[in-house]
């Protein structure tokens, strides 16, 4: 979140790039991690928390309240895991490291929307 605040707003696509190119490598890196370990989703990895805050900030306004409600609402839905965001840790190896997260993601991120759409210029 640090990152978010100090450095310039990033255009939607140059976002989306970017978190393109880290769940690639994220899923690649994790299931390396998978087979080294051999536990399901090591606490060592931490790229799929990069992965899954970035999806909640593609709709966060480049604001501190955008960036700290993203951030409260990814950390709920990581820790929270409803369903579906349990059911995606059962993918194998690095996918199910990277999509639970990205499912947390996306929900934080629907929630966000929907904050910011009721209650616009926030």
Request: proline share 7%; aromatic share 14%; net charge negative.
């Amino acid at each position: 979140m640090a990152l978010w605040e100090v450095l310039p707003p990033l255009s939607w696509a140059g976002l989306a790039g970017g978190l393109a190119i880290l769940g690639v490598l994220g899923t690649v890196a994790s299931w390396k991690a998978v087979e080294e370990t051999g536990l399901s989703d090591p606490s060592c990895v931490v790229i799929d928390e990069w992965f899954g805050q970035g999806v909640t900030l593609l709709v966060a306004p480049h604001t501190l309240l955008g960036g700290g409600l993203a951030f409260v609402f990814f950390r709920f839905f990581d820790i929270l895991k409803p369903p579906p965001i349990r059911w995606f840790e059962r993918a194998p190896g690095g996918f199910g490291v990277m999509l639970d997260d990205a499912g947390a993601g996306l929900m934080a991120a629907a929630l966000l929307y929907v904050v910011f759409a009721l209650f616009p210029g926030r």
